[in-house]
Every structure is written in structure tokens, then in C-alpha cells.
């Protein structure tokens, strides 16, 4: 015996199945930028000419001094070669990277600058958690203040967000004098981070992020986050709408985050949940299939009865699942 299908109950199983996603194709948290993603390279147009392969000899000694010293420090500048094959090199880790995390970011960067940059003469590589910078002695020196590179955010922060933002920024300001190069800050949901390159004295070091600040005010607007780098100095800023987080967290700018853990565990808590509400469902749906009504077989009514139950359901879940989502407006470069 044959029925009629309607457009309603059709309708429910689609919404069903886009309202009722996977948890773990629907993030709970999004993670912040991993610190060993490229945020810009830089690299000299002239090669090095190296017959005789004393430069690249020269490059391998400085990176793998670069590379050692980041497990103990967060900055190392020295100089490799002799003669006409010197080459002047630093590294930086931002201030709250741990030294394995300082570590494990540094070591990337060889690899990266060979790729990225070759044989060039000089080479600037900057990942989301340090960067390196390698130069032949006698290459043209530019300003500490000289822009490098900017990256503006979507949206705006919606009303007072500038006034909020430059607020931060003066805090950020004094907060790297005081705190000798590096510092976050909360400011009423907007985050700001600001970090100076560490031979830089307070004074200057204040100056640059000052410099910076007035560049993103002005390149970035009422975008509602912001990444400013100079050449000795650079910002990130981000509104949150529900709140920023705690100061400071390296988690809220790396793919460690733990809030990231916790959102995906609730993710699968609740998902698995849903999964065995929906079984549940399933099951009386089935056992409902089986019965007759009043010697005529199972009727489609009662099949729209059964997509309104897992619509409303799915629905209901989806919003619990919401409630623990907190994206995390920084740039994407």
C-alpha cells in the first residue's frame, strides 16, 4: 500500500541533518594562531655568489648556534664566518613562549629561510611565536620604526571600540618600558600584546610601540584586530565581544590553547549525548513502524510526528553546543 509523500516532513529531515552537524567538524573554540605559522618573510632581491661554499658554511654555523641557544634563551644575537664571509644573525621568541616552545619555534626557522628565501644575503623569517633575521655584514641598515608588515581583522568592534583600542594601546605603551620590552594587556574586551626586540633600551623600545600603535590606528581603522610590525617592535590587538582572556596566555596566540581542549571534550560529551538522544528516537520510531493502527499499517503521520521530535531535538542540542563556542578574532595571514 502505497503513500503520498508531503514537502513538510522533507523539509524537517534536511534541517536535521545541516542543524545536526558532526561536534568535530563543529569547533567548540577556535585555536589562535599556531606559533610556528608564517606571518611574513623577508628577503634580500642579491643572492651571495659561493663557489668555493664558505658563505653556506658560514649560514649552517650561524642557524645551528641560533637553534641551540633557543632552548635556554629567548633572544641570541652573534655573528658567524670570517673575513668577506660574516654574517650577522638574531633570534627572538616572543616573551611568553616557554624555552621548549621557544625551541620548537626557532627550529623551524632554518628550514623555512632556505625555502622561503635561498641564498639570499640577507633574510628576515617571522613565525606567529619568534622569528630570525640574518644578514652579510655591510648590508644597508633600515629605521627600527620602518613598517614591515600589517594584517587588519574583519569587522569593526561596534560602538567605542576605538576608544577602547587606543586605551589598550596606552597601556601596552607604558607597559613595555615597565616591564622591559614585552607586555599584555586587557582593556573592557580588547586584548593587546606588544613586544620589542630585546638590545632595544626601555625608552625606545616605548617609542616603537607607540610608532606602532599610531600605525594601526590609522592602517588598520575600526578593524577589530590588528597585527603592526616594525622592524624592532610589533602589536596584535583583538576585540572579544564576550570578554578578553586572562593576561597572559600564550594559548589565546598558539594552537596550545586549553580552552581548545575543554570546548572540544565538552564537544564530545555533549555530541555523544545527542547521538544516543537521536538512537533513542530512532528506536520508538522503528517500534512504532511495527504496530498497527487499527489493522492498517503504519501511517506517514506518524512519521511526521517522528521528524518533529528529531528536529525539535537536533535543535535543542545545537544551542547547547553554541553556548561553548568563543571564536578568537585574530588575523589569519
Not at 278 to 301: E, T, W, Y
Given at each position: 500500500m502505497g503513500f503520498c509523500l508531503s514537502s513538510r516532513p522533507l523539509f524537517l529531515f534536511i534541517s536535521f541533518l545541516v542543524l545536526f552537524p558532526d561536534p568535530?567538524?563543529?569547533?567548540?573554540?577556535?585555536?589562535?594562531?599556531d606559533i610556528t605559522a608564517l606571518v611574513y618573510k623577508g628577503c634580500a632581491k642579491q643572492a651571495f655568489t659561493d663557489p668555493a661554499g664558505l658563505f653556506?658554511?658560514?649560514l649552517l654555523a650561524?642557524?645551528?648556534?641560533?637553534?641551540?641557544?633557543?632552548?635556554?634563551?629567548?633572544?641570541?644575537?652573534?655573528?658567524?664566518?670570517?673575513?668577506?664571509?660574516?654574517?650577522?644573525?638574531?633570534f627572538q621568541c616572543r616573551g611568553d613562549l616557554t624555552n621548549n616552545d621557544c625551541y620548537n619555534c626557532v627550529s623551524q626557522l632554518p628550514t623555512l629561510s632556505d625555502k622561503l628565501c635561498g641564498k639570499s644575503i640577507a633574510s628576515r623569517i617571522q613565525l606567529h611565536g619568534c622569528y630570525i633575521l640574518y644578514e652579510v655584514a655591510g648590508f644597508p641598515q633600515i629605521s627600527g620604526m620602518q613598517m614591515l608588515f600589517k594584517a587588519c581583522g574583519g569587522g569593526g568592534g561596534g560602538i567605542g571600540f576605538q576608544e577602547k583600542r587606543d586605551t589598550a594601546f596606552s597601556f601596552l605603551e607604558n607597559g613595555v618600558i615597565s616591564n622591559h620590552g614585552f607586555f599584555t594587556t586587557n582593556y573592557q574586551s580588547v586584548y593587546a600584546l606588544g613586544e620589542c626586540e630585546s638590545d632595544v633600551g626601555d625608552s625606545d623600545c616605548g617609542d616603537c610601540v607607540r610608532i606602532a600603535a599610531q600605525r594601526?590606528?590609522?592602517?588598520?581603522?575600526?578593524?577589530?584586530?590588528?597585527q603592526i610590525y616594525l622592524h624592532k617592535c610589533f602589536i596584535m590587538y583583538a576585540y572579544y565581544a564576550n570578554g578578553a582572556p586572562k593576561q597572559p596566555s600564550s594559548s589565546h596566540l598558539s594552537s596550545s590553547s586549553s580552552g581548545q581542549d575543554t570546548g572540544e571534550t565538552v564537544a564530545i560529551i555533549l555530541g555523544g549525548a545527542a547521538g544516543v538522544g537521536?538512537?533513542?528516537?530512532?528506536?520508538?520510531?522503528?517500534?512504532?513502524?511495527?504496530?498497527?493502527?487499527?489493522?492498517?499499517?503504519?501511517?506517514?503521520?506518524d512519521l511526521q510526528d517522528f521528524s518533529i521530535n528529531v528536529f525539535e531535538f537536533s535543535f535543542f542540542w545545537l544551542q547547547i553546543l553554541e553556548g561553548?563556542?568563543?571564536?578568537i578574532p585574530w588575523c589569519r595571514v
Open positions: 568535530k567538524l563543529y569547533p567548540m573554540v577556535e585555536s589562535g594562531s653556506s658554511q658560514a650561524l642557524f645551528q648556534t641560533l637553534v641551540s641557544q633557543s632552548m635556554k634563551l629567548r633572544f641570541y644575537k652573534t655573528t658567524t664566518g670570517t673575513a668577506q664571509t660574516t654574517i650577522n644573525g638574531l594601526a590606528q590609522v592602517e588598520c581603522g575600526e578593524s577589530s584586530s590588528g537521536f538512537v533513542v528516537i530512532l528506536l520508538m520510531f522503528v517500534r512504532n513502524a511495527m504496530k498497527q493502527h487499527d489493522g492498517m499499517p503504519f501511517l506517514f503521520s561553548f563556542s568563543e571564536p
